[in-house]
């Protein structure tokens, strides 16, 4: 099956956008298609501020409506303590009311972004979306990473290029409570950390401290300037690693 062919089975259907890469993607190839679509942003405290820009610029780009929605993860139990399966909850949670509010507005299947690079296994979070019949036109379509990005660059869409970002839950270790201050201190660290240059690293709390995770090929310059780094990050967390396993 092609993407044609999902779109016009599906002519009505809702998305949940995250703004990055496979979404965008898949959000052109629906208009493209003629398909009645609309977008969904679900904000929550574990998305940092700039997935949301990033979805309202690709939605004006494509001259399309973005429905955002507000859900608050943390006050279930199951997402705040932060357990093995902490993602299948919130999925569960996003997804659910993405789904009902997309039903309520006349949309009758709902999509994600899933792509047939993606090891769905039984993954938590993969696990909710097929319990919420969630649909995915690009695994379904055969469609990998590599090409949603050479397409995405053809169609010229700015998020052929994006880092993959998953989402700050994962900055948390298992176990440890999620709070909305702690997550608030990591999202800034990590737009420090950008601000000076660097890129598609991670930022991970570990007692209290910021582990830096970069890639092997930024570690040198981050030694280099670790005094400015430390200056950087120290209103958010006193103490500050760097990962010599790297990314």
């Not at 939605?59 to 199951?78: R, T, Y």
């Not at 969630?134 to 990473?145: A, N, Q, Y």
């Not at 409570?177 to 737009?191: C, H, S």
């Not at 040198?220 to 005094?227: C, G, T, V």
Request: overall charge neutral.
């Amino acid at each position: 099956m092609e993407l044609k062919d999902f779109f016009r089975e599906n002519p009505r259907v809702a998305l949940g956008f995250s703004g990055g890469t496979d979404s965008a993607y898949l959000l052109y190839e629906a208009v493209e298609h003629g398909a009645q679509v609309r977008p969904y942003f679900v904000k929550t405290v574990f998305q940092p501020a700039f997935e949301l820009a990033d979805a309202r610029r690709l939605c004006a780009q494509l001259g399309v409506e973005l429905a955002v929605l507000e859900v608050d993860v943390l006050s279930q139990e199951a997402v705040r303590s932060n357990p093995q399966d902490r993602c299948y909850h919130c999925k569960r949670a996003l997804f659910g009311t993405l789904r009902d509010q997309a039903v309520r507005d006349g949309y009758p299947v709902l999509m994600d972004g899933t792509n047939a690079s993606d090891d769905a296994g039984d993954r938590p979070g993969m696990r909710a979306i097929r319990e919420l019949s969630v649909r995915s036109p690009l695994r379904e379509c055969g469609i990998t990473k590599a090409e949603v990005r050479r397409r995405s660059k053809e169609a010229g869409l700015f998020t052929w290029d994006k880092p993959a970002y998953a989402c700050l839950a994962t900055r948390i270790p298992t176990g440890d409570e999620i709070t909305a201050g702690l997550l608030q201190k990591v999202e800034q660290a990590e737009d420090r950390l950008f601000s000076l240059g660097f890129t598609d690293f991670r930022v991970r709390v570990f007692h209290n401290a910021a582990r830096l995770q970069l890639p092997e090929d930024q570690m040198a310059e981050a030694l280099a300037r670790r005094r400015e780094i430390q200056t950087e990050l120290k209103p958010y967390f006193s103490e500050v690693f760097l990962d010599l396993q790297g990314r």
